[in-house]
């Protein structure tokens, strides 16, 4: 079974920044992608970027510009460098696996709280 083991949350500034850290019990390269998916108090948990493994990236709207994903194929870890970080971004984030196999097969972390005080 795969674990996905999320760190890096915490409670900082508004303007402040974080990074999140995902490492991977496995070869990250056994799924077609990665990514960050976020969940605030009532609301839908929504993707916040995500990375294949041909290194393409896509982010939502509201993070573009102040987020970045990358990934370490040598430490099979996926970080998240989020910069000017505001109140809206305060959300559980969770790691995201992916893997096409005819249907696509998901894995997920257990979460890590990010709180940006104004």
């Known amino acids: 079974q795969v674990q996905l083991v999320e760190s890096g949350g915490g409670l900082v500034q508004a303007g402040g920044s974080l990074r999140l850290s995902c490492a991977a019990s496995e070869s990250i390269f056994r799924f077609n992608g990665m990514g960050w998916y976020r969940q605030a108090p009532g609301k839908q948990r929504e993707l916040v970027a995500q990375?294949?493994?041909?290194?393409?990236?896509n982010y939502a709207d509201s993070v573009t510009g102040r987020f970045t994903i990358s990934r370490d194929d040598a430490k099979n870890t996926v970080y998240l460098q989020m910069n000017s970080l505001k109140p809206g971004d305060t959300a559980v984030y969770y790691c995201n696996a992916f893997e096409i196999r005819g249907a696509i097969q998901r894995y997920w972390g257990q979460g890590t709280q990010v709180t940006v005080s104004s």
């Open positions: 990375i294949t493994n041909a290194g393409n990236t």
